[in-house]
């Protein structure tokens, strides 16, 4: 396809097709939403179950399993595709932050808090991973919020407020380890969601094989080893609730941005304190079913959130799943691409407008 300095301009390019738009549902990319939605469903399940595993494993030896469950989750797909020598390098800086500080350091926070924390309260506390997320989209990364967004974060930092500040002191500690691993994949969000040189697989497995071991190596030097028990329980939840779920987001996220995909992302609290109350048997607290509600009217405010203008996208070559009738990907093949596929492509300079979120193609300024 052309990818000369002059930009082509599309669909949207004067006020009376801008205002055609105005009243139209915007379309939504089922797909990612489906991964997100599967990814919040795994992970959610795994939080009460890494809330038993706390009990009897130390953090690093469990942050060590779960992400090593992870990495064992996807090595198959990995050894079929694995990463290129050129995309570790273009990506090798934004990966480094994802597997320090979404693979290493959150795991083990999130691992300390579940031992001092009951499992439903530490879920309805991960909720907060959305509200990290939206702000350092937004400030960091220049996601477009705007103010549903706003209004639904907002009412998820209450939800936060009403579980952590309502306990007992002794519990404090533990509310506010897992507010910290929120924080530290939030960083992990908006970096892993824009890092389309590589595949979600290959971040999942990095994180896996660096984060993971070292973490393991870590918890197995302080402490006495778990059971086997404990160890194939640990690698089980981190191959569903850290490998899969990873890999989904990740992929769901590159369609919907960070900020909405951690939206989507947001029921995996939900299903974490339902599986609490009725698998384990915890009692429903007024303060949990208080934060609860809250979370859930912020994640209902956020939907629909998507945005229209006319904007300009640069010339730029990446990696991601697409389809050909999303007026952006017009390129060529030997033989066209039908449905959704992958390859490396490139794009070249467009202005046009279009109901839009903030996909890879959508990381723009906003006035």
Same mark, same amino acid.
């Given at each position: 396809?052309?990818?000369?300095?002059?930009?082509?301009?599309?669909?949207?390019?004067?006020?009376?097709?801008?205002?055609?738009?105005?009243?139209?549902?915007?379309?939504?990319?089922?797909?990612?939403?489906?991964?997100?939605?599967?990814?919040?469903?795994?992970?959610?399940?795994?939080?009460?179950?890494?809330?038993?595993?706390?009990?009897?494993?130390?953090?690093?030896?469990?942050?060590?399993?779960?992400?090593?469950?992870?990495?064992?989750?996807?090595?198959?797909?990995?050894?079929?595709?694995?990463?290129?020598?050129?995309?570790?390098?273009?990506?090798?800086?934004?990966?480094?932050?994802?597997?320090?500080?979404?693979?290493?350091?959150?795991?083990?926070?999130?691992?300390?808090?579940?031992?001092?924390?009951?499992?439903?309260?530490?879920?309805?506390?991960?909720?907060?991973?959305?509200?990290?997320?939206?702000?350092?989209?937004?400030?960091?990364?220049?996601?477009?919020?705007?103010?549903?967004?706003?209004?639904?974060?907002?009412?998820?930092?209450?939800?936060?407020?009403?579980?952590?500040?309502?306990?007992?002191?002794?519990?404090?500690?533990?509310?506010?380890?897992?507010?910290?691993?929120?924080?530290?994949?939030?960083?992990?969000?908006?970096?892993?969601?824009?890092?389309?040189?590589?595949?979600?697989?290959?971040?999942?497995?990095?994180?896996?094989?660096? $984060?993971? =071991? !070292?973490?393991?190596?870590? *918890?197995?030097? %302080? +402490?006495? #080893?778990?059971?086997?028990?404990? /160890?194939? &329980?640990?690698?089980?939840?981190?191959?569903?609730?850290?490998?899969?779920?990873?890999?989904?987001?990740?992929?769901?996220?590159?369609?919907?941005?960070?900020?909405?995909?951690?939206?989507?992302?947001?029921?995996?609290?939900?299903?974490? $304190?339902? =599986? !609490?109350?009725?698998?384990? *048997?915890?009692? %429903? +607290?007024? #303060?949990?079913?208080?934060?609860? /509600?809250? &979370?859930?009217?912020?994640?209902?405010?956020?939907?629909?959130?998507?945005?229209?203008?006319?904007?300009?996208?640069?010339?730029?070559?990446?990696?991601?799943?697409?389809?050909?009738?999303?007026?952006?990907?017009?390129?060529?093949?030997?033989?066209?691409?039908?449905?959704?596929?992958?390859?490396?492509?490139?794009?070249?300079?467009?202005?046009?407008?279009?109901?839009?979120?903030?996909?890879?193609?959508?990381?723009?300024?906003?006035?």
């Amino acid at each position: 396809m052309p990818v000369d300095d002059e930009p082509r301009v599309l669909i949207g390019s004067d006020q009376a097709e801008l205002d055609a738009w105005i009243g139209h549902p915007v379309p939504v990319n089922r797909t990612a939403v489906v991964r997100c939605v599967v990814a919040a469903v795994l992970f959610g399940a795994s939080a009460p179950a890494a809330s038993e595993l706390a009990g009897e494993v130390d953090a690093f030896t469990l942050g060590g399993l779960l992400y090593v469950g992870a990495a064992l989750a996807v090595l198959p797909v990995t050894l079929r595709r694995p990463p290129t020598l050129q995309s570790l390098r273009r990506g090798g800086g934004r990966l480094g932050v994802a597997v320090v500080v979404g693979g290493a350091i959150a795991p083990v926070l999130l691992a300390a808090g579940l031992a001092r924390t009951p499992a439903a309260t530490a879920s309805l506390l991960l909720n907060l991973e959305l509200v990290a997320t939206v702000l350092l989209a937004a400030v960091v990364f220049h996601e477009h919020i705007g103010s549903r967004v706003a209004l639904g974060t907002t009412l998820v930092v209450a939800g936060g407020a009403v579980l952590a500040w309502s306990a007992p002191p002794e519990l404090r500690l533990g509310a506010l380890l897992v507010i910290a691993a929120c924080a530290c994949w939030a960083v992990d969000n908006c970096v892993t969601a824009e890092l389309d040189e590589l595949a979600p697989h290959h971040i999942t497995m990095a994180k896996g094989l660096v $984060a993971g =071991v !070292a973490n393991l190596a870590i *918890g197995l030097i %302080v +402490t006495a #080893a778990p059971s086997i028990g404990s /160890v194939v &329980a640990g690698l089980i939840v981190g191959a569903l609730g850290y490998g899969l779920s990873i890999t989904l987001w990740v992929a769901g996220a590159r369609d919907l941005g960070a900020a909405r995909a951690q939206l989507i992302f947001a029921i995996a609290p939900f299903v974490g $304190a339902v =599986v !609490a109350w009725s698998v384990l *048997g915890e009692a %429903v +607290t007024l #303060a949990q079913g208080a934060a609860l /509600v809250l &979370a859930a009217a912020g994640v209902v405010a956020v939907m629909g959130s998507a945005h229209l203008h006319e904007h300009h996208h640069d010339a730029t070559e990446h990696d991601h799943e697409h389809v050909h009738d999303d007026g952006h990907h017009d390129h060529l093949h030997v033989e066209r691409g039908v449905g959704r596929h992958r390859h490396r492509h490139r794009h070249g300079v467009l202005v046009h407008a279009h109901p839009h979120v903030p996909d890879l193609h959508h990381r723009h300024e906003h006035a």
